[in-house]
């Protein structure tokens, strides 16, 4: 098929449209087309506007395996010029809430039931579902398939649906006069079957990662808000997990609203990092969230060295940050969440410290401070995982990345107000002649003087692990292109007499789920083409 629509999308803004992750087997803009104002996909729409693509961007975290995080963002070749027939939707805010039963509408030119095709001349086709909440719908389609980054609906007596040929398109609910996108068309199980709602992505959930790509001229997003009880707080089936009592005391850890793009979690857990993806030969800059431990370290106001968040009160760094004339703590202070040295940011925090105590070993130390309070865990701060007992194993290959702030100079690097956390990425190799007990190697990397404190960051099955600290003076140089770190699993005993109990690596986790396409109404749909073979 010449030309011809695989999925569909929504208008945002001028220049952006939203779609799913799944529509894109890469991020080549070649032979891609964005028809907007279009309601027949065969025949004239004397209403129509067509932009190529110049740039797609794909989730970071998107897994195509659980169909976490399908959303994607279009650039368009250049903007459009708002008509009765082509205008932005509008976007559920993080703080929105979807209750169970909540009217929404999907639109497309999909499949009109499963395995049939829309008729000639494909007319954008329209149904109304209500939402259904994520513990029923988990419980429906298998537990563990549905989690806080989608959004359900469905009739449980079929029927109605999105179907194949949907995939990209919105789901809206209009409030007042105002039509809010909640939902981007993502999978499910065959379409309109009984007791088998669609899956979409929840909008809410990604403000803050739309916002961090579109820098101006910003997508409205809109507080979309459901009267009442939520019945589906109190369904549940054989396997899913009880609702945390939020009645609790504020000192025990909890699980907040599923509504909110920044969910607290147990500190039990370490190495988890919602917005990470990095895969072979993605090292760059990196934006919010991608390494969620990563402290930066301020002596008197000015940034000194890197760190990593390891508890809930603790944080792991260099010796080489200290002397006797710099471990005052009243001089020192940690920023959390944060991306942009000395920029205020969304998600950022900052904290105290009380107590800073130094390992004593010979040669390379590192340093824990204790901050003044405990922090909350977010999809923006993290704790690390730490190999205590040297019993994870990064062969020979393992690929490892050393996020910092690189050059701390004056002229223009970490101090510099707004200078940006990047990562370095490397590979573990063979440590030769240097004990591969207490230190791990790796090629060589152009560490700079910010880098000082960061970690270097290996993956064992499903989290990551700080296999070592970083220090600029005392790494050992094996080969001119090989570098030898010590582990932290060297410290092991002083970590644990200092800090005590530490968070646990999460147990691997992967959710299968059938791939569903959708689609989208409206003023702001659109009809995302291949000008090739499809």
Same mark, same amino acid.
């Given at each position: 098929?010449?030309?011809?629509?695989?999925?569909?999308?929504?208008?945002?803004?001028?220049?952006?449209?939203?779609?799913?992750?799944?529509?894109?087997s890469?991020?080549?803009?070649?032979?891609?087309?964005?028809?907007?104002?279009?309601?027949?996909?065969?025949? @004239?729409?004397?209403?129509?506007?067509? #932009?190529?693509?110049?740039?797609?961007?794909?989730?970071?975290?998107? $897994?195509?395996?659980?169909?976490?995080? $399908?959303?994607?963002?279009? *650039?368009?070749?250049?903007?459009?010029?708002?008509?009765?027939?082509?205008?932005?939707?509008?976007?559920?805010?993080?703080?929105?809430?979807?209750?169970?039963?909540?009217?929404?509408? &999907?639109?497309?030119?999909?499949?009109?039931?499963?395995?049939?095709?829309l008729?000639?001349?494909?007319?954008?086709?329209?149904?109304?579902?209500?939402?259904?909440?994520?513990?029923?719908?988990?419980?429906?389609?298998?537990?563990?398939?549905?989690?806080?980054?989608? %959004?359900?609906?469905?009739?449980? !007596?079929?029927?109605?649906?999105?179907?194949?040929?949907?995939?990209?398109?919105?789901?809206?609910?209009?409030?007042?006069?105002?039509?809010?996108?909640?939902?981007?068309? /993502?999978?499910?199980?065959?379409?309109?079957?009984?007791?088998?709602?669609?899956?979409?992505? #929840?909008?809410?959930?990604?403000?803050?990662?739309?916002?961090?790509?579109?820098g101006?001229?910003?997508?409205?997003? &809109? =507080?979309?808000?459901?009267?009442?009880?939520?019945?589906?707080?109190?369904?549940?089936?054989?396997?899913?997990?009880? %609702?945390?009592?939020?009645?609790?005391?504020?000192?025990?850890?909890?699980?907040v609203?599923?509504?909110?793009?920044?969910s607290?979690?147990?500190?039990?857990m370490?190495?988890?990092?919602?917005?990470?993806?990095?895969?072979?030969?993605?090292? /760059?800059?990196?934006?919010g969230?991608?390494?969620?431990?990563? &402290?930066?370290?301020?002596?008197?106001?000015?940034?000194?060295?890197?760190?990593?968040?390891?508890?809930?009160?603790?944080?792991?760094?260099?010796? =080489?940050?200290? /002397?006797?004339?710099?471990?005052?703590?009243?001089?020192? #202070?940690?920023?959390?969440?944060?991306?942009?040295?000395?920029?205020?940011?969304?998600?950022?925090?900052?904290?105290?410290?009380?107590?800073?105590?130094?390992?004593?070993?010979t040669?390379?130390?590192? !340093?824990?401070?204790?901050?003044?309070?405990?922090?909350?865990? @977010?999809?923006? %701060?993290?704790?690390?995982?730490?190999?205590?007992?040297?019993?994870?194993?990064?062969?020979?290959?393992?690929?490892?990345?050393?996020?910092?702030?690189?050059?701390?100079?004056?002229?223009?690097?970490?101090?510099?107000?707004?200078?940006?956390?990047?990562?370095?990425? @490397?590979?573990?190799?063979?440590?030769?002649?240097?004990? $591969?007990?207490?230190?791990?190697? @790796?090629?060589?990397i $152009?560490?700079?003087?910010?880098?000082?404190?960061?970690?270097?960051?290996?993956?064992?099955?499903?989290?990551?692990?700080?296999?070592?600290?970083?220090?600029?003076?005392?790494?050992?140089?094996?080969?001119?292109?090989?570098?030898?770190?010590?582990?932290?699993? *060297?410290?092991?005993?002083?970590?644990?007499?200092?800090?005590?109990?530490m968070?646990?690596?999460?147990?691997?986790?992967?959710?299968?789920?059938?791939?569903? !396409?959708?689609?989208?109404?409206?003023s702001?749909?659109?009809?995302?083409?291949?000008?090739?073979?499809?």
């Amino acid at each position: 098929m010449f030309g011809g629509h695989f999925c569909g999308g929504s208008l945002i803004n001028r220049e952006w449209v939203m779609t799913a992750a799944h529509c894109f087997s890469s991020t080549s803009t070649s032979g891609l087309q964005v028809s907007l104002g279009r309601q027949n996909l065969q025949g @004239t729409n004397p209403n129509e506007e067509s #932009r190529s693509v110049s740039r797609i961007i794909l989730h970071p975290n998107y $897994d195509s395996d659980s169909s976490n995080n $399908d959303i994607a963002l279009l *650039r368009l070749s250049s903007p459009v010029k708002f008509t009765d027939h082509i205008r932005p939707v509008c976007l559920a805010a993080s703080d929105s809430v979807f209750n169970n039963g909540t009217d929404s509408w &999907v639109t497309g030119w999909g499949n009109v039931k499963e395995g049939v095709s829309l008729s000639f001349p494909e007319t954008l086709q329209e149904v109304e579902v209500p939402v259904l909440g994520n513990r029923q719908c988990n419980c429906l389609n298998g537990v563990g398939t549905v989690n806080d980054n989608m %959004i359900c609906a469905g009739v449980l !007596a079929g029927g109605k649906d999105s179907c194949q040929g949907d995939s990209g398109g919105p789901m809206v609910n209009k409030q007042g006069s105002v039509w809010v996108q909640s939902g981007v068309v /993502s999978f499910g199980f065959g379409c309109a079957r009984p007791n088998l709602p669609g899956v979409y992505s #929840r909008v809410s959930r990604y403000q803050s990662w739309i916002n961090s790509i579109i820098g101006s001229d910003r997508p409205g997003f &809109v =507080q979309f808000t459901s009267s009442g009880l939520d019945a589906d707080s109190s369904y549940t089936c054989p396997g899913l997990p009880t %609702i945390p009592d939020l009645t609790m005391s504020s000192a025990s850890p909890t699980t907040v609203s599923t509504t909110t793009p920044i969910s607290l979690v147990t500190p039990t857990m370490c190495g988890k990092a919602t917005l990470n993806s990095r895969a072979v030969g993605d090292s /760059s800059v990196v934006f919010g969230g991608l390494w969620p431990w990563m &402290v930066s370290l301020h002596k008197n106001g000015v940034f000194t060295c890197g760190g990593t968040l390891i508890a809930d009160k603790f944080v792991l760094t260099s010796g =080489q940050c200290f /002397s006797t004339s710099s471990s005052n703590v009243l001089e020192w #202070r940690v920023f959390l969440g944060q991306r942009l040295v000395g920029s205020s940011e969304e998600f950022e925090m900052s904290v105290g410290v009380v107590n800073i105590i130094l390992s004593k070993f010979t040669g390379f130390n590192i !340093a824990v401070l204790q901050l003044e309070k405990p922090v909350s865990f @977010t999809d923006y %701060i993290q704790p690390v995982c730490l190999d205590s007992n040297n019993d994870r194993s990064f062969p020979v290959g393992s690929q490892c990345w050393v996020p910092g702030w690189g050059m701390g100079s004056k002229n223009g690097g970490a101090d510099k107000a707004g200078s940006s956390l990047r990562d370095l990425e @490397t590979q573990v190799v063979n440590c030769g002649s240097v004990s $591969d007990s207490d230190n791990i190697c @790796t090629y060589a990397i $152009d560490l700079q003087e910010g880098d000082q404190g960061s970690p270097l960051l290996c993956k064992s099955d499903s989290s990551w692990f700080q296999a070592a600290v970083v220090t600029i003076s005392g790494n050992k140089s094996v080969r001119a292109d090989i570098q030898s770190f010590a582990k932290t699993s *060297r410290f092991g005993s002083f970590l644990k007499e200092t800090v005590g109990d530490m968070p646990s690596p999460a147990a691997s986790t992967t959710a299968n789920a059938a791939e569903k !396409a959708f689609s989208f109404l409206f003023s702001f749909a659109v009809v995302i083409t291949s000008m090739f073979l499809l």
